[in-house]
């Protein structure tokens, strides 16, 4: 099955930029809708960005909307999310996952496939 594998994590001063990416194997990565989520402790998993099959569709979190940008390479099987202007607030654990739903949606149930996530650490 799909397995993903994060990198680029790491500890940054707001202001900053740091460049995660997402490493696909296992099913025909262009197939899938991916996604970034974070989660910070004690608080909920939430979407920041999701990109279409093709990359030609987006969806950002309103937090995220002008300081992210997702991204793939299909040829790579490789999406990654590159963030600019880091905050504090942006501290979390990052996860890829993957969806086989049609189309780009934030909904959490809907990825079927999730990394093990990758630290960043954003201090102020």
């Known amino acids: 099955q799909v397995q993903l594998v994060e990198s680029g994590g790491g500890l940054v001063q707001a202001g900053g930029s740091l460049r995660l990416s997402c490493a696909c194997s296992?099913?025909?990565?262009?197939?899938?809708?991916m996604g970034w989520f974070r989660q910070a402790p004690g608080e909920e998993r939430e979407l920041v960005a999701a990109?279409?099959?093709?990359?030609?569709?987006?969806y950002y979190t309103a937090s995220a909307k002008g300081r992210f940008t997702i991204s793939r390479d299909n040829a790579k099987n490789t999406v990654y999310l590159q963030m600019n202007s880091l905050r504090s607030e942006d501290t979390a654990l990052y996860f890829c996952?993957?969806?086989?739903?049609?189309?780009?949606?934030?909904?959490?149930?809907?990825?079927?496939?999730w990394g093990q996530g990758t630290q960043v650490t954003v201090s102020s």
């Open positions: 296992g099913r025909t990565f262009s197939t899938l809708v």
């Open positions: 990109t279409s099959r093709s990359g030609d569709g987006t």
């Open positions: 996952a993957a969806s086989t739903f049609w189309a780009v949606t934030p909904t959490t149930t809907r990825y079927d496939y």
